[in-house]
Protein backbone atom coordinates (compact mmCIF):
# COMPACT_ATOMS: atom_id res chain seq x y z
CA UNK A 1 0.00 0.00 0.00
CA UNK A 2 1.49 3.39 -0.91
CA UNK A 3 0.08 6.13 0.61
CA UNK A 4 0.99 10.26 0.12
CA UNK A 5 -0.28 10.90 3.82
CA UNK A 6 -1.70 9.00 6.57
CA UNK A 7 -5.53 9.41 7.56
CA UNK A 8 -6.52 10.89 11.63
CA UNK A 9 -9.37 8.67 12.35
CA UNK A 10 -11.63 11.46 12.64
CA UNK A 11 -11.31 13.06 9.17
CA UNK A 12 -14.50 14.24 7.90
CA UNK A 13 -15.72 15.44 4.49
CA UNK A 14 -17.28 18.68 4.72
CA UNK A 15 -19.62 20.82 2.14
CA UNK A 16 -22.48 23.06 2.28
CA UNK A 17 -24.58 21.42 5.31
CA UNK A 18 -22.61 18.57 5.64
CA UNK A 19 -19.93 16.53 7.69
CA UNK A 20 -19.60 12.92 6.54
CA UNK A 21 -17.38 10.77 8.97
CA UNK A 22 -15.68 7.69 7.31
CA UNK A 23 -15.19 3.97 7.53
CA UNK A 24 -12.14 2.32 8.69
CA UNK A 25 -9.14 2.25 6.38
CA UNK A 26 -5.60 1.27 6.32
CA UNK A 27 -4.69 4.67 6.18
CA UNK A 28 -5.69 5.42 9.79
CA UNK A 29 -3.88 2.69 11.08
CA UNK A 30 -0.31 4.08 12.50
CA UNK A 31 3.16 3.29 10.63
CA UNK A 32 4.91 1.45 13.05
CA UNK A 33 4.60 -2.48 14.01
CA UNK A 34 4.07 -1.27 17.26
CA UNK A 35 1.59 1.12 17.00
CA UNK A 36 -0.04 -1.42 14.96
CA UNK A 37 -0.07 -4.22 17.33
CA UNK A 38 -1.50 -2.18 19.75
CA UNK A 39 -4.37 -0.45 17.35
CA UNK A 40 -7.48 -2.33 18.52
CA UNK A 41 -10.84 -1.62 16.39
CA UNK A 42 -13.48 -0.02 18.26
CA UNK A 43 -15.53 -2.59 20.35
CA UNK A 44 -19.44 -1.12 20.00
CA UNK A 45 -22.57 -2.16 22.16
CA UNK A 46 -26.04 -1.98 20.52
CA UNK A 47 -29.17 -2.73 22.72
CA UNK A 48 -32.85 -3.78 20.69
CA UNK A 49 -35.59 -4.17 22.71
CA UNK A 50 -38.80 -6.04 21.27
CA UNK A 51 -41.86 -5.85 23.61
CA UNK A 52 -44.76 -7.80 25.09
CA UNK A 53 -42.59 -10.92 25.64
CA UNK A 54 -41.66 -13.97 23.33
CA UNK A 55 -43.25 -17.64 22.61
CA UNK A 56 -40.58 -19.32 24.65
CA UNK A 57 -41.03 -22.72 23.43
CA UNK A 58 -39.87 -22.07 19.95
CA UNK A 59 -37.01 -19.22 21.37
CA UNK A 60 -35.13 -21.38 23.89
CA UNK A 61 -32.91 -23.85 22.54
CA UNK A 62 -33.37 -27.53 23.47
CA UNK A 63 -30.12 -27.86 25.28
CA UNK A 64 -27.00 -25.93 26.58
CA UNK A 65 -23.52 -25.30 25.46
CA UNK A 66 -23.11 -25.36 21.63
CA UNK A 67 -25.59 -24.72 19.59
CA UNK A 68 -25.81 -27.38 16.68
CA UNK A 69 -29.20 -26.51 15.59
CA UNK A 70 -31.23 -22.80 16.13
CA UNK A 71 -35.32 -23.02 17.67
CA UNK A 72 -37.59 -22.14 15.46
CA UNK A 73 -37.96 -18.29 15.94
CA UNK A 74 -34.45 -17.52 15.49
CA UNK A 75 -33.93 -20.22 12.17
CA UNK A 76 -33.47 -16.70 10.40
CA UNK A 77 -30.03 -16.23 12.34
CA UNK A 78 -28.61 -19.45 10.91
CA UNK A 79 -25.87 -17.69 9.34
CA UNK A 80 -24.45 -15.71 12.45
CA UNK A 81 -25.02 -18.83 14.63
CA UNK A 82 -21.41 -19.22 15.55
CA UNK A 83 -21.57 -15.42 16.46
CA UNK A 84 -24.66 -15.08 18.92
CA UNK A 85 -25.25 -17.01 22.50
CA UNK A 86 -28.48 -17.73 23.93
CA UNK A 87 -28.38 -16.22 27.69
CA UNK A 88 -31.25 -17.90 29.43
CA UNK A 89 -31.90 -17.69 33.56
CA UNK A 90 -31.38 -13.99 33.49
CA UNK A 91 -33.68 -11.70 35.05
CA UNK A 92 -34.84 -7.57 35.90
CA UNK A 93 -36.53 -8.19 39.17
CA UNK A 94 -36.73 -4.33 39.86
CA UNK A 95 -39.67 -4.93 36.68
CA UNK A 96 -41.65 -7.07 38.73
CA UNK A 97 -44.56 -5.36 41.10
CA UNK A 98 -42.96 -5.01 44.33
CA UNK A 99 -46.02 -4.25 45.95
CA UNK A 100 -46.64 -1.43 42.93
CA UNK A 101 -49.85 -3.47 41.22
CA UNK A 102 -50.01 -3.28 37.22
CA UNK A 103 -48.03 -1.97 35.34
CA UNK A 104 -46.00 -4.44 33.97
CA UNK A 105 -44.87 -3.06 30.34
CA UNK A 106 -44.09 0.31 31.95
CA UNK A 107 -41.76 -1.34 34.33
CA UNK A 108 -40.58 -4.12 31.54
CA UNK A 109 -39.06 -1.06 29.49
CA UNK A 110 -38.09 1.18 32.31
CA UNK A 111 -35.71 -1.33 33.93
CA UNK A 112 -34.23 -3.05 30.54
CA UNK A 113 -31.04 -1.05 30.81
CA UNK A 114 -31.26 0.69 34.27
CA UNK A 115 -32.10 -2.85 36.45
CA UNK A 116 -33.79 -0.30 38.83
CA UNK A 117 -37.46 -0.41 39.80
CA UNK A 118 -39.69 2.96 38.18
CA UNK A 119 -41.35 5.09 40.61
CA UNK A 120 -45.33 4.55 40.34
CA UNK A 121 -46.52 7.79 38.83
CA UNK A 122 -47.84 9.18 35.70
CA UNK A 123 -46.84 12.95 37.23
CA UNK A 124 -43.76 15.09 36.76
CA UNK A 125 -41.70 13.21 38.85
CA UNK A 126 -40.82 10.21 37.09
CA UNK A 127 -37.62 8.05 38.45
CA UNK A 128 -36.19 5.10 37.43
CA UNK A 129 -32.49 4.83 37.05
CA UNK A 130 -29.36 5.68 34.74
CA UNK A 131 -28.93 2.81 31.80
CA UNK A 132 -26.40 0.92 30.66
CA UNK A 133 -25.71 2.81 27.40
CA UNK A 134 -24.85 5.78 29.24
CA UNK A 135 -23.24 5.20 31.78
CA UNK A 136 -21.26 4.47 28.81
CA UNK A 137 -21.87 7.03 26.68
CA UNK A 138 -20.37 9.18 29.76
CA UNK A 139 -17.58 7.87 29.78
CA UNK A 140 -16.38 7.18 26.03
CA UNK A 141 -19.25 9.04 23.83
CA UNK A 142 -15.74 11.46 23.74
CA UNK A 143 -14.33 9.82 21.40
CA UNK A 144 -17.34 9.81 18.86
CA UNK A 145 -18.99 12.37 17.20
CA UNK A 146 -21.77 11.67 19.05
CA UNK A 147 -22.21 10.18 22.65
CA UNK A 148 -25.16 7.57 21.50
CA UNK A 149 -27.80 7.66 19.18
CA UNK A 150 -31.36 6.47 20.38
CA UNK A 151 -33.68 5.05 17.71
CA UNK A 152 -36.85 3.18 17.34
CA UNK A 153 -40.02 2.47 15.09
CA UNK A 154 -42.53 3.66 17.16
CA UNK A 155 -43.30 7.23 18.79
CA UNK A 156 -44.01 7.16 22.64
CA UNK A 157 -44.93 9.67 24.60
CA UNK A 158 -43.40 11.43 28.02
CA UNK A 159 -46.49 13.18 29.92
CA UNK A 160 -49.58 10.53 30.42
CA UNK A 161 -50.76 7.63 31.72
CA UNK A 162 -49.74 4.53 29.43
CA UNK A 163 -49.80 1.58 31.76
CA UNK A 164 -52.14 1.38 35.02
CA UNK A 165 -50.81 4.68 36.82
CA UNK A 166 -47.32 4.67 35.43
CA UNK A 167 -46.14 7.67 33.11
CA UNK A 168 -45.82 7.23 28.98
CA UNK A 169 -42.34 8.17 29.62
CA UNK A 170 -41.46 4.71 31.13
CA UNK A 171 -43.37 2.04 28.47
CA UNK A 172 -41.47 3.98 25.56
CA UNK A 173 -37.86 5.04 26.60
CA UNK A 174 -35.43 2.10 27.52
CA UNK A 175 -32.33 4.73 27.35
CA UNK A 176 -32.14 6.88 30.83
CA UNK A 177 -29.40 9.84 30.88
CA UNK A 178 -30.61 9.98 34.71
CA UNK A 179 -32.98 9.02 36.95
CA UNK A 180 -35.64 11.23 35.95
CA UNK A 181 -34.01 11.79 32.23
CA UNK A 182 -35.22 9.63 29.69
CA UNK A 183 -33.56 9.77 26.51
CA UNK A 184 -36.35 10.19 23.27
CA UNK A 185 -35.65 7.57 20.65
CA UNK A 186 -36.24 9.42 17.36
CA UNK A 187 -38.42 7.20 14.66
CA UNK A 188 -37.73 9.03 11.37
CA UNK A 189 -35.17 7.87 9.19
CA UNK A 190 -34.68 11.05 7.53
CA UNK A 191 -34.65 12.84 10.84
CA UNK A 192 -31.59 10.45 11.86
CA UNK A 193 -30.05 10.58 8.18
CA UNK A 194 -29.57 14.25 8.52
CA UNK A 195 -28.39 14.21 12.46
CA UNK A 196 -25.68 12.04 11.15
CA UNK A 197 -24.76 13.89 8.29
CA UNK A 198 -25.31 17.27 9.21
CA UNK A 199 -22.26 19.57 10.22
CA UNK A 200 -24.42 21.45 13.13
CA UNK A 201 -25.03 25.01 11.09
CA UNK A 202 -28.88 24.79 11.62
CA UNK A 203 -28.71 27.20 8.09
CA UNK A 204 -26.56 25.51 6.32
CA UNK A 205 -28.17 21.69 6.77
CA UNK A 206 -31.98 23.54 6.08
CA UNK A 207 -29.82 24.86 2.80
CA UNK A 208 -28.33 21.86 2.33
CA UNK A 209 -31.49 19.43 2.66
CA UNK A 210 -33.73 22.45 0.21
CA UNK A 211 -30.71 21.48 -2.36
CA UNK A 212 -31.48 18.00 -2.31
CA UNK A 213 -35.05 17.53 -2.24
CA UNK A 214 -35.39 20.28 -4.93
CA UNK A 215 -32.57 19.00 -7.28
CA UNK A 216 -32.44 15.14 -6.52
CA UNK A 217 -29.05 15.98 -5.23
CA UNK A 218 -27.13 13.49 -2.65
CA UNK A 219 -24.85 14.42 0.60
CA UNK A 220 -22.46 13.20 -1.15
CA UNK A 221 -22.54 15.72 -4.22
CA UNK A 222 -21.94 18.30 -1.53
CA UNK A 223 -18.58 16.03 -0.14
CA UNK A 224 -17.64 15.26 -3.75
CA UNK A 225 -14.78 18.07 -4.00
CA UNK A 226 -13.40 16.33 -0.54
CA UNK A 227 -13.64 12.93 -1.20
CA UNK A 228 -11.82 12.90 -4.64
CA UNK A 229 -8.85 15.15 -2.75
CA UNK A 230 -9.23 12.44 -0.21
CA UNK A 231 -8.97 9.46 -2.58
CA UNK A 232 -5.73 10.63 -4.32
CA UNK A 233 -4.28 10.18 -1.01
CA UNK A 234 -5.54 6.12 -0.76
CA UNK A 235 -4.32 2.64 -1.86
CA UNK A 236 -6.68 0.99 -4.23
CA UNK A 237 -7.99 -1.35 -1.43
CA UNK A 238 -9.11 1.92 0.68
CA UNK A 239 -10.40 3.32 -2.35
CA UNK A 240 -12.93 0.39 -3.05
CA UNK A 241 -13.83 0.32 0.64
CA UNK A 242 -14.63 4.16 0.04
CA UNK A 243 -16.43 3.71 -2.61
CA UNK A 244 -18.74 0.80 -1.17
CA UNK A 245 -19.73 2.87 1.84
CA UNK A 246 -20.76 5.61 -0.30
CA UNK A 247 -22.71 3.40 -2.35
CA UNK A 248 -24.83 2.38 0.70
CA UNK A 249 -25.24 5.86 1.75
CA UNK A 250 -26.77 7.01 -1.67
CA UNK A 251 -29.18 3.37 -1.62
CA UNK A 252 -30.15 4.36 1.95
CA UNK A 253 -30.88 7.81 0.99
CA UNK A 254 -33.01 6.40 -2.15
CA UNK A 255 -34.74 4.33 0.01
CA UNK A 256 -35.56 6.98 2.83
CA UNK A 257 -36.91 9.20 -0.29
CA UNK A 258 -39.13 7.07 -1.53
CA UNK A 259 -40.87 6.16 1.65
CA UNK A 260 -41.13 10.15 1.31
CA UNK A 261 -42.99 9.95 -1.76
CA UNK A 262 -45.04 7.24 -0.52
CA UNK A 263 -45.49 9.11 2.15
CA UNK A 264 -46.81 12.37 0.54
CA UNK A 265 -49.41 10.33 -1.38
CA UNK A 266 -50.48 8.78 1.93
CA UNK A 267 -51.05 12.19 3.28
CA UNK A 268 -53.47 13.51 0.51
CA UNK A 269 -55.58 10.24 1.40
CA UNK A 270 -56.06 11.43 4.75
CA UNK A 271 -52.67 9.44 6.65
CA UNK A 272 -50.65 11.03 9.40
CA UNK A 273 -47.44 9.36 9.07
CA UNK A 274 -44.57 11.57 9.30
CA UNK A 275 -42.20 12.00 7.02
CA UNK A 276 -39.76 9.89 5.54
CA UNK A 277 -41.27 6.29 7.80
CA UNK A 278 -41.96 3.39 4.93
CA UNK A 279 -45.67 1.92 4.56
CA UNK A 280 -44.28 -1.73 5.73
CA UNK A 281 -42.97 -1.89 9.13
CA UNK A 282 -39.67 -4.52 7.87
CA UNK A 283 -38.93 -1.96 5.98
CA UNK A 284 -38.89 0.64 8.83
CA UNK A 285 -36.80 -1.74 11.04
CA UNK A 286 -34.42 -2.11 8.16
CA UNK A 287 -34.06 1.51 7.43
CA UNK A 288 -33.15 1.84 11.24
CA UNK A 289 -30.96 -0.81 11.06
CA UNK A 290 -29.29 0.52 8.70
CA UNK A 291 -29.05 3.95 9.68
CA UNK A 292 -26.69 1.75 12.78
CA UNK A 293 -24.69 0.24 10.50
CA UNK A 294 -23.67 3.51 8.83
CA UNK A 295 -23.23 5.06 12.36
CA UNK A 296 -21.06 2.08 13.44
CA UNK A 297 -18.70 2.11 9.89
CA UNK A 298 -17.89 5.40 10.13
CA UNK A 299 -17.40 5.36 13.59
CA UNK A 300 -19.92 8.23 14.49
CA UNK A 301 -21.16 6.29 17.81
CA UNK A 302 -19.79 3.40 19.40
CA UNK A 303 -23.17 3.00 21.38
CA UNK A 304 -26.55 2.92 20.19
CA UNK A 305 -30.45 1.32 21.25
CA UNK A 306 -32.95 0.66 19.41
CA UNK A 307 -36.71 0.10 20.72
CA UNK A 308 -38.43 -1.59 18.19
CA UNK A 309 -41.82 -0.61 19.83
CA UNK A 310 -42.96 0.45 23.18
CA UNK A 311 -44.10 -2.09 25.78
CA UNK A 312 -47.37 -2.90 25.36
CA UNK A 313 -47.53 -2.40 21.61
CA UNK A 314 -50.61 -3.04 19.90
CA UNK A 315 -49.36 -2.92 16.50
CA UNK A 316 -50.96 -5.47 13.81
CA UNK A 317 -48.91 -7.55 11.52
CA UNK A 318 -50.87 -7.97 8.21
CA UNK A 319 -48.03 -8.30 6.18
CA UNK A 320 -47.60 -11.81 7.90
CA UNK A 321 -50.90 -12.83 8.50
CA UNK A 322 -51.31 -11.52 11.83
CA UNK A 323 -53.93 -8.26 11.57
CA UNK A 324 -54.71 -8.26 15.35
CA UNK A 325 -52.45 -6.66 18.06
CA UNK A 326 -49.46 -7.55 19.11
CA UNK A 327 -50.44 -6.81 22.83
CA UNK A 328 -53.86 -8.85 22.41
CA UNK A 329 -52.16 -11.61 20.86
CA UNK A 330 -49.57 -12.21 23.80
CA UNK A 331 -52.19 -12.10 26.00
CA UNK A 332 -52.54 -15.38 24.93
CA UNK A 333 -54.17 -17.64 27.79
CA UNK A 334 -52.93 -20.94 26.30
CA UNK A 335 -54.91 -20.11 23.28
CA UNK A 336 -52.71 -22.26 20.31
CA UNK A 337 -53.62 -20.11 17.85
CA UNK A 338 -52.94 -16.66 19.57
CA UNK A 339 -49.47 -18.10 20.73
CA UNK A 340 -48.62 -19.37 16.64
CA UNK A 341 -49.50 -15.62 16.17
CA UNK A 342 -46.89 -14.43 19.11
CA UNK A 343 -44.48 -16.61 17.65
CA UNK A 344 -45.17 -15.70 13.80
CA UNK A 345 -44.70 -11.93 15.05
CA UNK A 346 -41.18 -12.92 16.81
CA UNK A 347 -39.97 -14.46 13.77
CA UNK A 348 -41.17 -11.62 11.70
CA UNK A 349 -38.58 -9.08 14.21
CA UNK A 350 -35.80 -11.82 14.34
CA UNK A 351 -35.52 -11.50 10.67
CA UNK A 352 -34.86 -8.01 10.48
CA UNK A 353 -32.50 -8.39 13.26
CA UNK A 354 -30.91 -11.22 10.86
CA UNK A 355 -30.55 -8.75 7.61
CA UNK A 356 -28.65 -6.59 10.47
CA UNK A 357 -26.21 -9.00 11.67
CA UNK A 358 -25.80 -10.36 8.57
CA UNK A 359 -24.25 -7.38 6.88
CA UNK A 360 -22.46 -6.69 9.83
CA UNK A 361 -20.91 -9.67 9.45
CA UNK A 362 -19.88 -8.77 5.66
CA UNK A 363 -18.30 -5.31 7.03
CA UNK A 364 -14.51 -6.58 7.24
CA UNK A 365 -12.24 -5.06 9.49
CA UNK A 366 -8.59 -6.26 9.76
CA UNK A 367 -9.13 -10.07 9.83
CA UNK A 368 -12.35 -10.08 11.20
CA UNK A 369 -16.10 -8.67 10.50
CA UNK A 370 -18.31 -5.77 12.24
CA UNK A 371 -19.97 -8.57 13.71
CA UNK A 372 -16.66 -9.81 15.36
CA UNK A 373 -16.15 -6.20 17.13
CA UNK A 374 -19.64 -5.16 18.36
CA UNK A 375 -21.91 -6.57 21.51
CA UNK A 376 -25.41 -6.21 20.57
CA UNK A 377 -28.08 -7.24 23.22
CA UNK A 378 -31.53 -8.54 21.30
CA UNK A 379 -34.63 -9.49 23.91
CA UNK A 380 -37.21 -8.40 25.97
CA UNK A 381 -38.46 -7.09 29.55
CA UNK A 382 -41.39 -9.95 29.82
CA UNK A 383 -40.67 -13.34 29.30
CA UNK A 384 -44.31 -14.86 28.66
CA UNK A 385 -46.84 -12.02 27.75
CA UNK A 386 -49.52 -13.89 29.44
CA UNK A 387 -47.65 -14.33 32.92
CA UNK A 388 -46.35 -11.08 32.44
CA UNK A 389 -42.88 -12.44 34.35
CA UNK A 390 -39.95 -10.41 33.96
CA UNK A 391 -37.71 -13.87 35.11
CA UNK A 392 -36.14 -16.22 32.44
CA UNK A 393 -35.97 -12.95 30.15
CA UNK A 394 -35.61 -14.24 26.08
CA UNK A 395 -32.32 -12.43 25.48
CA UNK A 396 -29.62 -12.68 22.70
CA UNK A 397 -26.04 -11.17 22.50
CA UNK A 398 -24.80 -10.75 19.44
CA UNK A 399 -20.38 -10.34 18.10
CA UNK A 400 -17.60 -11.34 19.80
CA UNK A 401 -16.68 -8.11 21.84
CA UNK A 402 -13.19 -7.72 20.29
CA UNK A 403 -12.80 -11.59 19.95
CA UNK A 404 -13.65 -11.35 24.43
CA UNK A 405 -16.73 -13.72 24.16
CA UNK A 406 -16.94 -17.12 23.55
CA UNK A 407 -20.04 -17.92 21.06
CA UNK A 408 -22.38 -20.31 19.19
CA UNK A 409 -23.90 -21.38 22.50
CA UNK A 410 -26.94 -21.61 24.97
CA UNK A 411 -25.80 -20.51 28.32
CA UNK A 412 -28.83 -21.16 30.85
CA UNK A 413 -28.11 -19.75 34.27
CA UNK A 414 -29.63 -19.50 37.61
CA UNK A 415 -32.81 -18.08 37.44
CA UNK A 416 -32.76 -15.67 38.81
CA UNK A 417 -29.69 -14.02 37.40
CA UNK A 418 -29.23 -10.45 37.32
CA UNK A 419 -29.46 -9.04 33.43
CA UNK A 420 -27.07 -6.49 34.94
CA UNK A 421 -24.33 -8.44 35.78
CA UNK A 422 -24.12 -8.77 31.73
CA UNK A 423 -23.80 -4.79 31.27
CA UNK A 424 -21.12 -5.04 33.82
CA UNK A 425 -19.44 -7.50 31.93
CA UNK A 426 -19.71 -5.43 28.61
CA UNK A 427 -18.77 -2.23 30.24
CA UNK A 428 -15.55 -4.11 30.98
CA UNK A 429 -14.97 -4.43 27.71
CA UNK A 430 -15.27 -0.82 26.06
CA UNK A 431 -13.32 0.28 28.88
CA UNK A 432 -15.65 1.69 31.26
CA UNK A 433 -15.23 0.80 35.03
CA UNK A 434 -18.68 0.36 36.88
CA UNK A 435 -19.10 -1.21 40.77
CA UNK A 436 -22.55 -1.91 39.71
CA UNK A 437 -25.74 -1.34 37.85
CA UNK A 438 -28.89 -1.62 39.11
CA UNK A 439 -29.55 -4.54 41.28
CA UNK A 440 -26.20 -6.11 39.81
CA UNK A 441 -24.64 -8.69 41.95
CA UNK A 442 -21.15 -9.38 40.27
CA UNK A 443 -19.81 -10.15 36.45
CA UNK A 444 -21.29 -12.50 34.22
CA UNK A 445 -19.50 -15.69 34.31
CA UNK A 446 -17.92 -18.50 31.54
CA UNK A 447 -19.91 -16.24 28.28
CA UNK A 448 -16.39 -13.85 28.14
Known amino acids: MSLS ?11 VGTAMALPFLEAMIPTSVLAQSAKKRPNRMAFIFVPNGIHMASWTPKTTGIMSELPQTMQPLNNVRGSI ?16 GGGDHARSAAAFLTGCHPRKTYGADIKAGISVDQLAAARIGNQTRFASLEIGCERGGINGNCDSGYSCAYSSNISWRGEAQPMA ?35 LDFVLEDANKLKGKLG ?31 RLAGSDKPTGIPN ?12 MLLAFQADMTRIVTFMVANDGSNRGYKDIGVPEGHHDCSHHGGDVKKLAKVQSINQYHVTQL ?20 SMIVYGAGISDGDRHNHDDLPILLAGKGGGTIKSGRHMAYNNPTPMTNLFLSMLDRVGVPADHIGDSTGRLQQLF
Not at 354 to 373: C, R, T, V
Open 280 to 291: EFGDHMRLMFDM
Open 354 to 373: AYFLNKMESIKEGEGSMLDN
Open 185 to 219: HEVDPRAVFERLFNNGDPEETAESRQLRQNDRMSV
Open 5 to 15: AKISRRTLLHG
Open 236 to 266: SHDQNKLDEYFTGVREIERRVALAEKSNIAG
Open 85 to 100: NVLSGLAQSNAFALGD
